[in-house]
């Protein structure tokens, strides 16, 4: 197979399941996803031409659903991958805030919050996170702080088998009743960075299974539609709500 043609068969599988999940989260009508697929399997290679010929670059996406453009990612080890991250015309007008949880060792600490912050860009999302590990007392009060506040939680339990404070984190999150997903890493470990599994009482929450960032991350972004309607987070928030935040 071609370069070429690897390239269109990425570019048309990866919409094809953008467009599915948009679909199935109601954010597309059916006749309307089935016109767009049609569109896409005939024209998935001149696509792929443009977005690998302007990478980084906005371009129209068809149906009037906004842009698409074709970035960069990295796993833990380095090794890039494509990503394909769509724009809608006009961001949502509601400000939301993601706290993020995950162990902090080299080739972590900055990989989720860069993925992240491309992920959940389009749904105009604030990334907060703690900087460091539960260490010291004074840092706790501002991790349970940021996470009372937040509109939801995203925690990694990658490489947490000796550092579980991940755990206390979504511990605090589940008190607060902050609408959260916990991603499992389920695939190989190096020795000190070792993944224990998600405690069985929190196999109820919204828990995202994976073995590479690539997989994460598309998990991730096809699923953040529905999990944002489901919580009704694009909904101003209540009275309560904005007192309990002014209280802090």
């Known amino acids: 197979m071609t ?3 690897r390239r269109a068969r990425f570019v048309r599988k990866f919409l094809s399941d953008f467009l599915r999940e948009q679909s199935t989260s109601g954010r597309l009508p059916v006749a309307k996803y089935h016109s767009l697929l049609r569109d896409l399997r005939r024209g998935s290679a001149q696509l792929a031409a443009k977005l690998y010929g302007k990478r980084g670059q906005s371009l129209p ?9 074709l970035i960069d990612l990295r796993e833990c080890n380095g090794r890039s991958f494509d990503f394909i991250q769509a724009l809608p015309s006009a961001k949502p ?6 706290f993020i949880g ?16 491309h992920l959940l860009e389009p749904y105009n999302v604030r990334l907060i996170w703690s900087g460091y590990d539960l260490q010291a007392a004074n840092l706790f009060s501002d991790i349970v702080k940021h ?11 990658r490489g947490t088998l000796s550092r579980p ?11 607060a009743k902050r609408p959260m997903m916990v991603c499992e890493y389920t695939g190989a470990s190096r ?6 599994s998600v405690p069985s009482d929190l196999t109820g929450l919204v828990r995202i299974t994976y073995k590479t960032y690539e997989e994460l991350s598309r998990k991730l972004y096809f699923g953040l539609p529905a999990f944002v309607a489901r919580n ?14 002014r209280r802090g």
Do not use: Q, W
């Open 102 to 117: 995950h162990r902090f060792a080299p080739g972590i600490e900055r990989k989720p919050p860069l993925h992240l912050s």
């Open 3 to 5: 370069r070429a043609a």
């Open 147 to 157: 996470i009372r506040n937040c509109s939801m939680c995203i925690f990694d339990n």
């Open 93 to 98: 007008t509601r400000r939301l805030t993601c």
């Open 191 to 196: 020795r000190g960075l070792e993944t224990g």
């Open 61 to 69: 996406l068809p149906g009037g659903l906004g842009s698409i453009r």
């Open 232 to 245: 009704r987070l694009s909904r101003p928030p209540s009275r309560r709500t904005r007192r309990r935040h």
């Open 165 to 175: 404070n991940v755990y206390i984190e979504v511990g605090v999150a589940f008190a």
